[in-house]
């Protein structure tokens, strides 16, 4: 007979005496469990005890978390939160240097557990370690001649002390003082600085910027980008991160009328330049927090090009009018015109000719054209930077187009008004970037006007690609799919350079294009006769049978999750796989991200599948409806889901990308006996029939099958044919 579900089988250890094997009975207060292991130990005053986890994280456990304690745990009886806090505050205070030393390194530590946490914060704790960092280490600075290392670790042990209890989002960062932020400042504007200390001074100035808004202004009085900018040529891709994430948060922070001011302050400082040669063109592999960091300045510094989208063309404004002049002038200078003289009307009659030639919508009055948006104004700056800084190509298309015949000619100015709008949404121009995003394009690091430039280098491909399709005004909208799935084609491919790019979209021709859809067709040819669709149908369970063993076979894998918490770099991971007989669910912390499978010996936790009553994903998911950052990202609420067990409690998944979060739906309803519905179920399935399908068929190739099964024959008149074989 099972256990009772209410008892656990634990170990307890306490230092100096052997480990002791006991049930604990969790309908029981914890203050009585506790009372009952202290008695066995002869211990009294057991209010100032406490159980924590015997492992890396050492966390405490609270009625809260007291589920979490599975057959088979190491728990270690210790110190309660409050009395370890009490005396880790005393202990940061001691005039030794050594004993100072030794409780910021366990604070560091204890600050991690949200239990501990919460206790010295009680006791004032976040206003001590400021006033340390404000006032407390100028005492020691003077020595730091003389024992730099052990300041170094001083300082370090306190700001990692700080971040950890912060993190915890017990306290609001508005509460710190001037002195405070203009301390942490310093550590970073300095140029021989700590490593660690440095690292810790850039994540809570980021965290600073990020949760408060009047900080923002405070820290931007401290911080210039001049500063920081010497933190990126070095080799350290921690701190680059870390200095890039300060750069990114200060943006996204800026008000919209700064934001065009600092984006001239890092062109001015050769920001990209800097990065490109220091970061995206170092020896380093690109790691994936700072591919997400470069991503986010990548989205930020398109999203400065949103104000110019969004504006409409006033068609009485002369400046405005101007450009498209200008455009004229570039095209047609080398015509003869006469200046003077001649009437209105054929003047008109010559500006209506040369519109129509440069290929705009309204040929009397282009500047309607631009009041679409998006992407208003932005299209007409790409035209007039093609032909300022492209000027060649530019008469060349314009050129080449007037002189054919009126319906295979491309209109350069709907082709360029309907380009940018495309670039823009390929872009995703205006749109916050995605947390969990990587997508970052070296290309665009490599030009400081990278957006004209890769307009200029698709308007060209447009052209040709219209050309090379014999292309009528008719078939506009085909042109501007196949361009679109040309840039897509040649972007996935990540070039290094703009160079790179436009080489890629060269062996992407039309041609090309139609071979690569051609490949694609056949692969996924559906064949609609009767004959096939019965076979279909017939080989259909067996396929979906093959894909549920394939997802549960990746179950057995284990993945790795992340945690999301308010600080990205801050996350823990955690580890899930299914056991091999299908029955359990083992899952465990862990320190970082592993490399290969973790053993189920490892995970702690298990969760009988037998228990799991649910899968409930997206903003249905109870971590998405706690943490209301996360709720409004699109992105993360497509990759959460969380399995429902027992009287109504939960285990919480952020998926690392689409495919894991399929596969494991997908696998966890399989469990349940439920329909595997996902996107890549569906993707698998049709890929799957259709090489089984053709297999099935390669005897029948050129053979006609017939709608209709043939004719059963009539019986025999008589059966003396048949062999009796007994």
């Keep these: ?223 210039t980008i001049g500063q920081l900018i010497p933190h990126l040529q070095g080799t350290d891709q921690d701190i680059q991160t870390y200095t890039i994430a300060v750069i990114n948060a200060l943006f996204l922070k800026a008000p919209e009328e700064k934001r065009q001011e600092m984006a001239h302050i890092l062109a001015q400082k050769q920001l990209r330049s800097i990065i490109l040669s220091n970061v995206i063109r170092s020896p380093t592999p690109i790691n994936d927090e700072m591919a997400h960091q470069l991503y986010v300045l990548q989205v930020l510094t398109f999203n400065l090009l949103e104000d110019r989208m969004m504006t409409k063309m006033d068609p009485q404004d002369q400046a405005q009018r101007d450009i498209i002049f200008e455009l004229r002038r570039i095209a047609f200078d080398v015509e003869c015109e006469p200046n003077n003289g001649g009437s209105t009307e054929k003047r008109k009659s010559m500006y209506t000719r040369d519109y129509k030639k440069l290929g705009f919508i309204n040929h009397v009055n282009p500047a309607v054209d631009f009041t679409q948006i998006p992407p208003g104004m932005l299209a007409l700056d790409n035209m007039l930077y093609f032909a300022r800084h492209h000027q060649d190509a530019y008469i060349r298309i314009v050129l080449e187009n007037s002189s054919r015949e009126d319906k295979h000619e491309c209109p350069f100015g709907r082709s360029s008004i309907e380009l940018t709008k495309m670039l823009c949404e390929i872009l995703k121009v205006g749109e916050l970037p995605s947390e969990n995003c990587h997508d970052f394009h070296p290309m665009f690091f490599t030009h400081d006007r990278s957006f004209e430039e890769f307009f200029c280098i698709c308007i060209q491909l447009l052209n040709k690609t219209w050309k090379e399709m014999r292309a009528t005004s008719e078939d506009f909208n085909k042109v501007m799919q196949v361009v679109r799935e040309q840039i897509m084609r040649a972007l996935t491919l990540k070039p290094n350079s703009l160079d790179q790019f436009k080489s890629r979209l060269q062996n992407l021709s039309y041609t090309e294009i139609l071979k690569i859809r051609q490949s694609e067709r056949m692969n996924q040819e559906d064949f609609q006769s009767r004959p096939i669709l019965e076979l279909r149908e017939k080989i259909q369970p067996e396929i979906m049978e093959l894909i549920k063993q394939q997802r549960l076979n990746r179950l057995c894998d284990g993945t790795c999750f992340r945690k999301i918490s308010s600080r990205r770099r801050q996350d823990k991971f955690w580890y899930c796989r299914l056991s091999p007989n299908h029955k359990v669910l083992h899952y465990g912390d862990l320190e970082e991200s592993p490399q290969g499978e973790v053993p189920h010996d490892s995970l702690q936790e298990k969760l009988p599948v037998a228990d799991i009553k649910a899968v409930i994903t997206g903003k249905d998911c109870p971590h998405m409806k706690e943490k209301g950052a996360l709720k409004q990202n699109k992105e993360v609420l497509e990759l959460a889901f969380s399995v429902l067990y027992e009287s109504d409690e939960y285990l919480n998944f952020i998926a690392p990308d689409k495919h894991e979060y399929c596969v494991w739906t997908d696998g966890l309803n399989a469990l349940l006996g439920k329909e595997m519905t996902s996107d890549y179920t569906k993707s698998d399935m049709d890929t799957l029939l259709s090489m089984e399908m053709k297999l099935r068929l390669l005897d029948l190739e050129n053979i006609q099958i017939p709608e209709a099964p043939p004719p059963i024959p009539k019986e025999p008149s008589n059966y003396d044919f048949v062999y009796d074989c007994n």
């Design 1 to 223: 007979m099972p256990p009772p579900a209410d008892l656990v089988k634990v170990a307890i250890e306490w230092p100096g005496a052997f480990p002791k094997l006991m049930e604990i009975d969790q309908k029981k207060p914890l203050s009585a469990i506790i009372k009952e292991v202290c008695e066995g130990w002869s211990l009294g005053n057991h209010e100032n005890f406490a159980l924590q986890i015997a492992d890396a994280t050492n966390f405490y456990i609270t009625e809260k978390n007291r589920n979490d304690i599975k057959n088979g745990s190491i728990l270690r009886l210790t110190t309660s939160p409050y009395q370890t806090a009490v005396q880790l505050h005393e202990r940061i205070q001691s005039s030794s240097m050594d004993a100072k030393l030794e409780s910021l390194k366990d604070l560091a530590n204890a600050s991690r557990d949200i239990t501990f946490a919460q206790e010295f914060i009680n006791l004032d704790g976040i206003s001590l370690l400021t006033l340390m960092v404000e006032s407390g280490t100028e005492r020691y600075q003077k020595l730091q001649k003389i024992m730099k290392p052990c300041f170094g670790d001083l300082l370090s042990f306190t700001l990692t002390a700080f971040v950890e209890l912060m993190d915890h989002g017990i306290v609001s960062w508005d509460t710190f003082s001037v002195a405070f932020i203009k301390k942490i400042a310093s550590y970073v504007n300095k140029s021989a600085m700590d490593t660690a200390v440095l690292q810790r001074s850039l994540a809570i100035l980021e965290s600073m910027v990020l949760n408060s808004q009047d900080l923002y202004h405070k820290v931007a009085q401290e911080i």
